[in-house]
Nanobody, 124 residues
Framework: VQLQASGGGSVQAGGSLRLSCEVS????????MGWFRQAPGKEREFVGA?????????YYADSVKGRFTISRDNAKNALYLQMNSLKPEDTAVYYC?????????????????WGQGTQVTVSS
């Protein structure tokens, strides 16, 4: 499985960005796709996740709920993260990741494959 994240950039507080993750080689339909982020000096943390097929169940961290929306397009093998009302504390490198499991979607250890990350910088 190869994951390629893109769409990061610099934006002012209150602005929006849409991240994309190109998914290739994921031959299994089970499990979820997730977004994580890592700010300088901090641990990587869960942002959101979505079932890859068979439903559109989504999961979000409390810190982004209501502002971020995760979606997928299986026909394009793509995962998205729409980020609205961005805050300076959203500044981080954002990673997409793939998990075979439906449980423990917030746990880093449940994800087998990771993209290279894309930088998001929000200025006040």
């Amino acid at each position: 499985v190869q994951l390629q994240a893109s769409g990061g950039g610099s934006v002012q507080a209150g602005g929006s960005l849409r991240l994309s993750c190109e998914v290739s080689g994921r031959t299994f339909s089970s499990g979820v796709m997730g977004w994580f982020r890592q700010a300088p000096g901090k641990e990587r943390e869960f942002v959101g996740a979505i079932r890859w097929s068979g439903g559109s169940d989504t999961y979000y961290a409390d810190s982004v709920k209501g502002r971020f929306t995760i979606s997928r397009d299986n026909a394009k093998n793509a995962l998205y993260l729409q980020m609205n009302s961005l805050k300076p504390e959203d500044t981080a490198v954002y990673y997409c990741a793939s998990s075979r499991a439906y449980f423990g979607t917030r746990r880093l250890g449940n994800y087998d494959y990771w993209g290279q990350g894309t930088q998001v910088t929000v200025s006040s």
